[in-house]
């Protein structure tokens, strides 16, 4: 799914109301209906609501929305700002508000008049945002924040920008965003992301037209988009056409994390697995992982990378920061021209050997957390700066960074990235790293591009873990849960 910038959501908004053709009045309905549906559905029958219009069009949608609710006989009350011009459309909507729905003005509010039961709807200001907030509406902002009621957004908490440059130093802190046809950029960042709550993203019916033909580079690596890179396993088949997966490392006090990607590599669908490893690593990858074939690479630290023709590589894990180390890692590139998959000791391997990176294949892919990501390519202050830095690095150097975060940001060589949206925080644990090296690389072997590999293997991973909640818990939730988990990953994307 694409995402939009501000101003393409805008212009989203104006191709759709000029060429559809819709009157923008009745677009704003549409939004206010849907946002009526999913508020119908997912708050408790006893709730009342109070909704806070601004006075542009995000202010229009609470307005509407305020009748709907009012018309489905729930209680509720409106706070506007009287200060200030209202746009057309939500004149038009505040006039149509029933006589039944008190109108307070943001000046006199309260939050006596806030019950227990009551949830905040937060339409103060959407994509329009433009300057810092002022009164009244700070002092509200600062009030809503204090309660504890259930706060449900209209299009984006108020006072966040959409592409994350133009914040407000206050906004509103949402349990839930109602978000029009479009996920927003600022929802996927941690710093921004925090306040969004829950994502919905509703649809309001906008130009398809448009949206197929606007130029972005930025997505959602949605359940389309996975199913369009997924290739069903073929019944005449052999081991001979599902390629041969190589991951390497597992230096002593390490093993663990290379037995965790050789065993995933396994799962995900390689025809071949090899586990390249110290001897020290040996028998517990013949117990862990029977169906790998081990390839000796040292004594109790990686001392070479052997060569497996056609195989397909993932380096890094538990691999070893030795000088004894990076000098393999030096050799095997030199000798090494398809993309392979580089994480963990590898890439920290490159922070000090910054000339390491030139012999790294074109269109490989680099897997660095955050920590290895600023070791490697310096420090940024917040991830909108460390995205930005990780697109000029992938374009520079000709790789794929993807970029580990709870939205793992695939940044690809071309300039366009995808935002990944499977996951859960039962990963932020070691090995969960390992096993993501392991995935991607078995979707290399099986001949899936670099990009495909990235973008499915991120999203592979993430959904293991969510699926694998079922059994386990956020806190309980081990790396190797997500490895048996991956079988019911594939039999939702066959389903
Ligand atoms: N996309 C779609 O398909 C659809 C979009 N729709 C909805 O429209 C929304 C966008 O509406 P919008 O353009 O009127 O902007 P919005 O966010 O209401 O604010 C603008 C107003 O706020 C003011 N203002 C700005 N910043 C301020 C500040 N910091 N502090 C104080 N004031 C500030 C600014 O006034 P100014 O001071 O600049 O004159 C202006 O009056 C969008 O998010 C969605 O909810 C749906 O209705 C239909 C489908
Ligand atoms: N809160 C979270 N939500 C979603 N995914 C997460 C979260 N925390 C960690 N992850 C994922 O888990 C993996 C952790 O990788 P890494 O830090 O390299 O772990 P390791 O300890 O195995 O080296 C990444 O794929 C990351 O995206
Ligand atoms: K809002």
Redesign the pocket.
Known sequence: MKILNVNQ??E??QF?IKNKPIF?IN??E???SESCQWLLKNANPSDDFIIFC????????GL?LARLLAQNNRKVKVVVNYG????K??VTNLQRIPETVPIIDASDFTRGIIRNSTVIVD????????????QP?ENVITEINNLSNRVVS???P??LSPDGDKD?SIHVKANDTLS???YKKTFFHSETGINCGRIHVLD?D?SATYINEVVVSSFVADDAEVKRIYKARPEFSHKGHFGKAVVVGGSYGKTGAILLAGRVCARVGAGLTFISAPECAYSASLMQVPEAMFEFAGAREIEAINVIEDGEYGIGPGFGRTETARLALENFLRGHSRPILLDADALTLFSSHFNLLSWVPKDSILTPHPKEFDRLFGASPNSFARLELAKEMAKKHQLNIVLKDHHTQIVLHTGEVYYNVTGNSGLAKGGSGDVLTGIITSLLAQKYSPKEAAIFGVWIHGKAADLALKGQSKESLLASDVIESVGKVFNYLSK
């Open positions: 959501l805008r989203c908004d759709t923008s677009l704003m549409k939004a206010a601004g006075n542009g069009n995000n202010g229009g949608d509407a200030k011009k209202f746009s459309d939500a339409a103060i200001f959407g994509i329009g945002l433009n300057k810092n907030i002022g509406w209209l299009d984006l108020s006072g407000s029009f046809h479009f309001v906008l």
